[in-house]
């Protein structure tokens, strides 16, 4: 249990190239998906975002992804949807005050960012979540947001 | 002493420059005084009498109390409700929030009303799972957590706007806090989570219970490498156990408590295990309050409360202070 999202934070240098050099990609995608039309191809791409990082990182997909900011693991799989680091309550062994069984999401994030070139983003503050963003492309919002294409609840992208 | 190093709790005393809020323990931390704090249990009663008889126990050794909001997710009256009633006789308050059992629109009501009654400052917790208490079955809500539920009080109080940005005509003048746990993995994280929480707006942290002075040692440390006691006041958690029973019962089932297993050997070694965890938790304030940065002590003495005067007394860290009480000014 957790195997893969436990391994990709150990290797959370190399996914944050890989995501660096696909986010590059997917930016240069903008003029066919302004085309297309962004809100069209939410779903589709939500779809393959859904399975490649809940593959990955377990991600659930909130919408507002932070995963090169957090050690490359995804916070939401805290019991608390803590976003900014570690409650008090976890156990002397590293585990989850809630889910015994689980290793803080938070002790992984942290040993995954000091792996990262940019592994310093954890000390950033993230804003709360907004749950109508929950189920959308965040790799969409993240292109949008470089090319300055407003959407509803763009505050928060 | 003038009234401002020792003020009465409850006066809306005007706000002072540079001050967040007209509160008692603001001034009494900016004026440098070594401040004591002690966490109130709410009943479980609609009997405001009932909070009265708990404020009573610590007149004229504690600074403020805090009213806890459903501590280990076990339902009592609302923190809310408690400090409404405390502010009835001028009682200094501090009021937790916890981010487990209500959204952000329910928060933000709750923080205006608390100011309108006189509630000057506001500890703001992320709160334990709902799993540690007594209605495991309920919906966690978790909506926000400490370091957003800060933000957006900062925001209030400065801004005077509600997270939505609409406005706020008259703003809560609140001293915010926050908590820390310098004891609990991952421990080279904790200082930086420290820096994120003040960042958001902390400007007092009340900790976890402190029973490895070393390992604060080491927190505080680097605290203090990093300027964060000069950004933030830190009050450290303390109390006494009860008996080595007690003490291996709240390892096992209190969140985020850590307690080294040497306290344990001490009391179960000890004749009077109560008397010995007394002396234990005045040790550990004597001990605490010489390390830099530290600003004051928040007493956690859960079922022990009687016992908090003379733990303060006999610690003597008050210096000859006698803190605000209803009826200190009566002959």
Known sequence: ?157 | MTMLDNPAAGHFLPLEPGHSSPGRIEKLLRAGEFTVTAELSPPDSSDPEEVFEKARIFDGSVDAMNATDGSGANCHMSSVAVCAILRRANYSAIMQVSCRDRNRIAIQGDVLGAAAIGVASILCLTGDGVQAGDHPQAKPVFDLESITLLAMLRKMRDESRFQSGRKITHPPRVFLGAAANPFRPPLDFRPIRLAKKIEAGAQFIQTQYCFDVERLKQFMARVCDMGLHKKAFILVGVGPLASARAAEWIRQHVPGVHIPDSIIKRLAGSANQKQEGKKICIEMIQQVREIEGVSGVHVMAYRQEELVAEIIQESRVLGGRTPWYPGIDEP
């Open chain 1, 1 to 157: 249990m957790y195997s893969v999202r436990r391994w990709a934070s150990r290797h959370a240098r190399f996914f944050e190239a890989v995501y660096n050099g696909f986010e590059a990609v997917l930016t240069s995608l903008h003029p066919l998906f302004r085309r297309i039309g962004y809100a069209r191809m939410d779903k589709p791409v939500a779809a393959v975002e859904k399975l490649v990082k809940g593959f990955l990182f377990d991600t659930k997909m909130c919408g507002s992804c932070t995963l090169g900011a957090t050690g490359m693991v995804c916070p939401m799989n805290c019991p608390k949807s803590m976003r900014n680091g570690p409650c008090g309550g976890v156990r002397s062994n590293g585990h989850c005050e809630i889910k015994p069984e689980m290793p803080c999401v938070w002790v992984d994030a942290f040993a995954g960012s000091r792996l990262m070139r940019d592994g310093d983003r954890i000390q950033g503050i993230q804003a709360m979540v907004d749950h109508r963003l929950q189920g959308s492309s965040s790799w969409l919002r993240e292109v949008r947001r470089k090319k300055g294409v407003p959407e509803i609840g763009d505050a928060a992208g």
